[in-house]
């Protein structure tokens, strides 16, 4: 097995000779440079920064074949540079080399401010001599020049880190070069941590590190489960091109507002540093994946503890550390008690309303538990609710039947709201809404029409197509299901026959519909003694609410006890 040798390195520290081959282009970097000066400037006291990771194959004593990380290093060396030229007593102990440009170490080392004035001899002394004028115009907007040049000096000893990534003398170089730099599998956290597991020296010996390695290839394997990554994490895959780091961020607790991006990796780093027995860390981390594919794979946990991740009411890092300490049973009971509290509100559920903004919040974790739980009390452990369906689509809180047209303001929405009403008022009795159904195709075409003479068709046709005394229920609970159309506004206005229609057409396209909302459109919920198809009345929101009722009551319970505590 291949091993290389990792460990992060103060800038101050980088000793050596290094060589550019010639499979690399030269130096490119402009607007970078100020860029960088200016994060390490802004490093406020106490804090560490670091940069990204060079990779570099030893080819004699202290020289090392640059494979990645020119730019940096280059532009690093030239800010020391210009730091010198400042007659501040500064070192600088590494030298750099390009195969294709002979003469650009002499230019690098002996480059000044008199440099800018030259006329460059190819590409790479022009991109030199840019960023070292940026470097110089950057120090001179300092308001003290010296002491600035001081302070960075002082950082880049004892604070500014790269990551020293040195290959085997028998690694093939330009291959790691094409491989890094087309993206394929960049060094990320989780790069960098494998690599601290199968670095040389490391006091691992081959044979662990031949089973870590394989046990890695298995978790990252098993992580393109998309039904056991979206359990876990509300995150999308697509953030992650090596999806373990996920696993590496959950144990490390990085924030989402964490600025470090190798945060991750330093605090590993430390932990096997630290570690006596080096070999022990992997085996936490594996038992920390097994727990949590444990609970994937019982179908009462994967149900509890993915709708309390999805609906943000705890993560998965807050549930390992409940579950420590606890047996089983205790944990499964805090569970019923996490979900009784995510629904948090002190009156009863059917009081809540659309209009107002805390009560939709509670409505929409109500409605996915409602949608979560009509699947898991099935007892089928074939059937799970899906959530990486479910969390790749955005879905929003709708109204089942709406009678209000907020946010049709524009001509094409009113049009495109009245065909597809004229079709429900066709399917119900084209005869008897004859007169309307013409005064609609003639508003379609009506280069004029108005948003008052909409809103007149509007009215008309909305009561039609509701049942009776319906207005008053319109942002109540009994009218508000999970659905998908929020980038439409025709549709989030439209009727329920109109919305039927819509899901009906989705339904037959294998759309993911939550099976919940399914079931309202296609009057699951309403007994067959009451059943119309074209309206949601009465009969139907009373059906769907027993419905909710059955399904959480336990939760229900618990909601009320703690209310009447």
């Known amino acids: ?55 570099v194959k030893n080819i004699a004593e202290k020289k090392f074949e640059l494979i990645d990380g020119q730019q940096r290093l280059t532009t690093i060396f030239l800010i020391f540079r210009y730091m010198k030229q400042l007659k501040l007593p500064f070192q600088l102990n590494f030298s750099l080399e390009y195969q294709t440009r002979i003469k650009s170490k002499d230019f690098l080392e002996n480059i000044d401010m008199g440099t800018l004035d030259a006329i460059p001899e190819n590409i790479d002394e022009y991109f030199i001599i840019e960023a070292y004028r940026n470097i110089a115009t950057w120090f001179k907007s300092q308001q003290d020049e010296a002491l600035t040049a001081f302070n960075l000096y002082k950082k880049l000893n004892e604070r500014i880190r790269i990551i020293w990534y040195e290959v085997n003398s028998d690694e093939n170089a330009v291959s790691l070069f094409t491989r890094l730099n087309i993206g394929r599998i960049p060094l990320t956290n989780a790069e960098l941590i494998k690599a601290l597991f199968l670095s040389r020296n490391n006091g691992i010996n081959d044979a662990k590190q031949l089973e870590i390695a394989t046990e890695w290839d298995i978790i990252e394997k098993e992580l393109h489960n998309d039904s056991l990554w979206y359990f876990i994490t509300n995150e999308k895959s697509s953030n992650y091109s090596t999806r373990i780091e996920l696993i590496f961020n959950l144990m490390s607790n990085k924030q989402k507002h964490e600025k470090e991006k190798l945060f991750t990796f330093f605090y590993f780093d430390k932990r096997i540093k630290d570690s006596e027995n080096k070999s022990e860390i992997w085996t936490i981390i594996l038992r920390y994946y097994q727990q949590l594919k444990e609970w994937y794979e019982n179908i009462q946990l994967y149900h509890k503890i993915g709708y309390l991740i999805a609906s943000e009411s705890k993560t998965i890092e807050e549930l390992i550390l409940r579950s420590k300490d606890i047996t089983k049973k205790e944990f499964q009971n805090s569970l019923d008690q996490l979900i009784a509290e995510s629904i948090d509100f002190k009156k009863d559920y059917c009081d809540l309303s659309y209009d107002n903004k805390i009560d939709c919040g509670n409505i929409e ?48 929405q009113w049009i495109e709201w009245l065909k597809l009403h004229a079709k429900s008022l066709l399917s119900i009795d084209q005869e008897s809404n004859k007169s309307l159904i013409q005064k609609i195709n003639n508003a379609i075409i009506d280069e004029n029409l108005t948003g008052d003479k909409f809103s007149e068709l509007f009215d008309e046709v909305t009561s039609i197509l509701s049942e009776e005394g319906s207005v008053e229920y319109t942002h109540s609970l009994s009218n508000l299901a999970l659905l998908g159309l929020s980038g439409n506004s025709a549709l989030n206005n439209s009727t329920f026959d109109v919305k039927r229609n819509k899901i009906l ?18 009057k699951y919920y309403t007994c067959s003694g009451s059943n119309q198809l074209h309206f949601w009345g009465k009969a139907d929101r009373d059906g769907y609410i027993q419905e909710m009722d059955k399904i959480l009551k336990d939760y229900l319970t618990r909601i009320k006890k703690e209310i009447s505590l």
């Open 505 to 522: 057409k989705m339904d037959k396209s294998n759309d993911y519909i939550p099976v919940c909302t399914r079931r309202v459109f296609l």
């Open 365 to 412: 974790k109500l409605l996915l538990l409602f949608n979560v739980e009509t699947i898991r009390q099935k007892s089928d452990p074939t059937l799970r609710f899906p959530f990486d369906k479910h969390k790749q689509e955005d879905w929003s809180l709708e109204h089942i039947h709406a009678q209000q047209s907020q946010g049709l303001n524009k001509k094409e």
């Open 1 to 55: 097995m291949s091993s290389i040798n990792l460990e992060p390195k103060l800038v101050g520290s980088i000793e050596g000779h290094f060589y550019v081959p010639a499979y690399q282009r030269g130096y490119r970097w402009k607007d970078e440079v100020a860029m960088l000066l200016k994060d390490i400037h802004e490093i406020a006291e106490g804090q560490n920064y670091c940069l990204q990771p060079i990779v």
